[in-house]
């Protein structure tokens, strides 16, 4: 079965340096998310991407954050200047055009920002 | 400001035991919810439920929508340990967002032999 890909698994960062999360979504998919859960809290959604933009962003979705798509696989998220309420899973999840229940996630980024 | 309240929030049975888990929401315009198992790490699929009324069934898993009183339920009949899990709600809206969801808390089930 099709899987949405993360790495690293874990990542520890010193606070206020810049870490890349790194997702490649299912290959046919055109709708890309990136969530984040802190621990012992919900999954909160960060941002959409679509068509090579973002489509929707959260309030938590700040200047400090940004999403690429490099090439026709990865996408990334990029969180600059790392804080240390920062440190949680990170969820990118895709899905294919008109197919809600095709909503994959991959299986997360631990970021501890210490 | 949208927002999706599961209940319990931990809950623990024996195994042979049947679970309902809630979840109820306030949202515009919505669209889906949908259910997840979270074991370690991603949330899987479980059920996606668009109208009330119509119950979803896969094996020993059952949910249902209630679309004017705003709630679903999650039932998890003869609970086996391996259905030790947290179990998230979400809502799928429409309006301008290309399918993000919102999520509940989840309700952590514990499942003892």
């Known amino acids: 079965e099709p899987e949405v890909t993360q790495t690293p698994s874990h990542q520890v960062t010193q606070m206020g340096q810049e870490v890349i999360l790194r997702c490649v979504p299912i290959?046919?998919?055109?709708?890309f998310y990136w969530y984040r859960q802190i621990l012992g809290q919900k999954v909160e959604f960060l941002v959409s991407?679509?068509?090579?933009?973002?489509?929707?962003k959260s309030e938590i979705f700040d200047d400090q954050f940004s999403v690429e798509r490099p090439d026709g696989s990865n996408f990334t998220l990029k969180i600059r200047s790392t804080k240390l309420e920062d440190s949680a899973m990170y969820f990118c999840?895709?899905?294919?055009?008109?197919?809600?229940?095709?909503?994959?996630f991959g299986s997360g980024t631990r970021l501890t920002v210490v | 400001e949208d927002k999706v309240v599961q209940s319990p929030l931990s809950l623990v049975v024996h195994e042979g035991d049947t679970v309902t888990l809630n979840c109820s929401y306030e949202?515009?315009?919505?669209?889906?919810l949908l259910w997840y198992k979270q074991e370690k790490k991603a949330p899987t699929f479980l059920f996606m439920l668009?109208?009330?009324?119509i119950e979803k069934k896969s094996g020993r898993l059952s949910s249902i929508l209630d679309k004017k009183e705003l709630f679903s339920i999650l039932n998890i009949t003869a609970t086996q340990t391996g259905d030790s899990a947290v179990y998230l709600c979400?809502?799928?809206?429409?309006?301008?967002?290309?399918?993000?969801?919102?999520f509940g808390k989840g309700t952590k089930l514990s499942v003892k032999p």
């Open positions: 999840a895709s899905r294919e055009n008109g197919n809600i229940y095709g909503y994959t």
């Open positions: 290959s046919n998919h055109l709708y």
């Open positions: 991407f679509y068509n090579n933009e973002i489509s929707e």
């Open positions: 949202v515009t315009n919505f669209r889906s």
């Open positions: 668009t109208s009330s009324g």
């Open positions: 979400a809502i799928m809206n429409y309006g301008g967002s290309q399918g993000n969801l919102i």
